[in-house]
T-cell receptor, first 113, second 113 residues
Framework: GNSVTQMEGPVTLSEEAFLTINCTYT??????LFWYVQYPGEGLQLLLK?????DKGSNKGFEATYRKETTSFHLEKGSVQVSDSAVYFC????????????FGAGTQVVVTP | DTGVSQDPRHKITKRGQNVTFRCDPI?????LYWYRQTLGQGPEFLTY????????KSRLLSDRFSAERPKGSFSTLEIQRTEQGDSAMYLC???????????FGPGTRLTVL
């Protein structure tokens, strides 16, 4: 069946370090790909998206590229801040015309000063 | 703020009681979704509406769960005869037909004692 694999957390980094969170998925067809972020005590927020192969989604210094050949959508940021501490969820759509999301287990990121 | 709202934010109930949650989507969003999230996991899809029609239900949604969206605007999720295993965060999201981006509410945290 369809599944999403994210790297396990917590990932602990120092401020200004480079962040990568790996995400691979299995899906039929051509899903849209999303990263959502959940800050402490808050709800899920859409971080970025990509809807077709080789698209790059970007927002708030984060980037992810839709890699159809490797079915991956790795999240990167070149210089993290303490305010980036959160849980990050990779979420491809599960296929079909209406885009049901399937979420990974989430990766907690902790950025220390 | 015209985002997705959910009520109540927290609910504590005793095993065997019935509970009902409400979700108000972003106005004009014709798609509405319910998800459930347990600690340390990503959200899991429960059910989906397009306007007032419930188009899909997950196998996670046992017979004790029922959802409605009578006028195609707000939705309710009812759990009958609650069990301790129902304790979770219940998330509602909405989107526009033709767009995969889902916008999430803050969630209702259910604790079954």
């Amino acid at each position: 069946g369809n599944s999403v694999t994210q790297m396990e957390g917590p990932v602990t980094l120092s401020e200004e370090a480079f962040l990568t969170i790996n995400c691979t998925y299995t899906a039929t067809g051509y899903p849209s790909l999303f990263w959502y972020v959940q800050y402490p005590g808050e709800g899920l927020q859409l971080l970025l998206k990509a809807t077709k192969a080789d698209d790059k989604g970007s927002n708030k210094g984060f980037e992810a590229t839709y890699r159809k050949e490797t079915t991956s959508f790795h999240l990167e940021k070149g210089s993290v801040q303490v305010s980036d501490s959160a849980v990050y969820f990779c979420a491809p759509t599960k296929g079909g015309s209406w885009g049901k999301l399937q979420f990974g287990a989430g990766t907690q990121v902790v950025v220390t000063p | 703020d015209t985002g997705v709202s959910q009520d109540p934010r927290h609910k504590i109930t005793k095993r065997g009681q019935n509970v009902t949650f409400r979700c108000d989507p972003i106005s004009e969003h014709n798609r509405l979704y319910w998800y459930r999230q347990t600690l340390g996991q990503g959200p899991e899809f429960l059910t989906y509406f397009q306007n007032e029609a419930q188009l899909e239900k997950s196998r996670l949604l046992s017979d004790r769960f029922s959802a409605e969206r009578p006028k195609g605007s707000f939705s309710t999720l009812e759990i009958q005869r609650t069990e301790q295993g129902d304790s979770a965060m219940y998330l509602c999201a909405s989107s526009l037909l033709g767009l995969d981006e889902q916008f999430f509410g803050p969630g209702t945290r259910l604790t079954v004692l």
